[in-house]
């Protein structure tokens, strides 16, 4: 396994050793030691499962009382997956990074509690899974506008399916009251 830190520190990528031969692959996409030694400690409370159609657009969510770290990879297809640091007073407040997540590239990414999280589908269908440490509460639930110009999101879909959630929420300086505070 190897792990690189992003642009954003705490966002980290993830690289899993696979062991293929003529009957697939194996590989391990979690194990507790390991990862608590590359800083990502969890404990995941929750594992999550999407499926959505090309050109699909989740996101960007968040949890603002009980903010959730994800630890997010794909099963089928391919998708580009975005963190946005949200907590108001980090040095890197409001910057993003994306990466692209594939069945076929077996990375993964790891978003902090504090940060915004969404992906958009640029396969046929994907299947994404992601293990949650806090627990899902859709009263906590917030989102940021997904092509927030503040943003400057590089997306590589134009006009996305998204949910009216999704289509509705605001931008970022509009959800001022409602961001987590950085601690360094």
């Not at 062991?19 to 697939?24: S, V």
């Not at 503040?150 to 006009?159: K, R």
């Amino acid at each position: 396994m190897k792990v690189s830190e992003t642009t954003l520190p705490g966002v980290y990528l993830i690289e899993l050793r696979v062991f293929p031969d003529q009957r697939g692959f194996f590989q391990e996409t979690w194990q507790a030691t390991r990862y608590a030694e590359a800083h990502i400690p969890g404990p995941f409370v929750q594992d999550n499962h999407s499926y959505s159609t090309h050109g699909s657009l989740r996101g960007l969510h968040y949890q603002l009382k009980h903010p959730q770290g994800k630890l997010v990879w794909v099963l089928q297809g391919e998708v580009f997956d975005v963190a946005v640091d949200i907590r108001r007073g980090s040095p890197t407040f409001h910057r993003w990074v994306g990466v692209r997540l594939s069945a076929d590239n077996f990375r993964q990414i790891y978003v902090p509690p504090g940060f915004a999280h969404g992906f958009c589908v640029l396969s046929e269908i994907a299947d994404v899974e992601y293990k949650c440490t806090e627990l899902y509460d859709p009263v906590d639930e917030f989102g940021v506008l997904w092509n927030d110009p503040a943003l400057g999101i590089s997306w590589p879909v134009h006009e996305p399916l998204l949910s009216e959630k999704d289509r509705t929420a605001l931008r970022l300086a509009e959800l001022i009251d409602t961001l987590p505070v950085f601690q360094s």
